[in-house]
Nanobody
Framework: QVQLVESGGGLVQAGGSLRLSCAASGRTLSSYIMGWFRQAPGKEREFVAA????????YYADSVKGRFTISRDNAKNTVYLQMNSLKPEDTAVYYC??????????????????WGQGTQVTVSS
C-alpha cells in the first residue's frame, strides 16, 4: 500500500503561482510513476503531469507545458507540482497518483494504482 497526501492548494489570482506537494509513504517508490491529475466541476479527470521516480523523465499535458513543472525529492519521498502563470481554466481539484508499474503510458488514470484525497486550486480572473 502507498499513502499519498497532497497539500499546497488554495486561491490565487490569474497569473499567480502555487506549488503543490504530494508526500508518499508506505513503500519504496524507486520503480514508480508519480502523476498529477485534475478534475474541474462537471468534467472528467484529466492528466496534468508525471515523473518517473527512477531517472526523472517528465511528461506534461499540452495545456500546462511551459507553465507547470513536476519534480521529486527522493530524500523526502515527495513529489511537487510548481504551477506558474495560472489561468482560471486551471481551477480544479488536483490529485496526486502513484503507479507501481510502467506499462508504456502515463497519461491515463488506469496507469495508476494509488490516489491522494485531492487539493483544491482556484484561480480567480
Amino acid at each position: 500500500q502507498v499513502q499519498l497526501v497532497e497539500s499546497g492548494g488554495g486561491l490565487v489570482q490569474a497569473g499567480g503561482s502555487l506549488r503543490l506537494s504530494c508526500a508518499a509513504s508506505g513503500r519504496t517508490l524507486s520503480s514508480y510513476i508519480m502523476g498529477w491529475f485534475r478534475q474541474a466541476p462537471g468534467k472528467e479527470r484529466e492528466f496534468v503531469a508525471a515523473i518517473m521516480w527512477s531517472g526523472g523523465s517528465t511528461y506534461y499535458a499540452d495545456s500546462v507545458k511551459g507553465r507547470f513543472t513536476i519534480s521529486r525529492d527522493n530524500a523526502k519521498n515527495t513529489v511537487y507540482l510548481q504551477m506558474n502563470s495560472l489561468k482560471p481554466e486551471d481551477t480544479a481539484v488536483y490529485y496526486c497518483a502513484a503507479g507501481s508499474r510502467y506499462s508504456g503510458t502515463v497519461y491515463h488514470a488506469w496507469d495508476y494504482d494509488y490516489w491522494g484525497q485531492g487539493t483544491q486550486v482556484t484561480v480567480s480572473s
